[in-house]
Every structure is written in C-alpha cells, then in structure tokens.
C-alpha cells in the first residue's frame, strides 16, 4: 500500500525549501531565484557531507566549483545584470 500523494508535502516542503521571491517582477528574475535557491540547497548539503566527514574536502570543493558555475551559466543565459541602469 502506498502512502497519499499529499503526505509528502511537509516532508518535501522541509528537505527543499523554496521561498517567496519579493524582488522586481520578472520572468528571467524569477528563474534565476529559482535556480539560486537550488543552488542554495545543494551547497548546504555538499556542506553537511563534508563537515560530517561522508565526503574529502576536495569532492565538496569541486562540487561547489562545478555548482557556482551552473550558477553563473544560468545568470549569464537569463540576461541578468547585462543592462546599465538608468541615470537620474
């Protein structure tokens, strides 16, 4: 017997954990906090591992190399912070 669908949102919701996005509103803004929170997550983990000893420091250094720049490919992609901004 399987367990309802909705029995693992608070577990989902506690293992990745999204929050609201409260900035300018658009869809580019959106994805990359997306994906900022993703890559968040991941690097707690990678953290955790280390920390506990389940993973060298090498492993969680290339790991968090590779992360950030899956993090700056996203960034760069989106157009984020490609425009200058106005002048007043």
Known sequence: ?????????????????????????????????????????RLTYICALETGGKIPPEEAYAKIKHLWKQLKQSKKELGIGNTQPLED
């Open 1 to 41: 017997m399987t367990e309802p669908e909705h029995t693992n949102q608070p577990k989902d919701s506690f293992l990745y954990p999204r929050s609201r996005y409260h900035g300018q509103f658009k869809p580019e803004h959106l994805v990359f906090n997306a994906n900022l929170q993703e890559f968040t997550q």
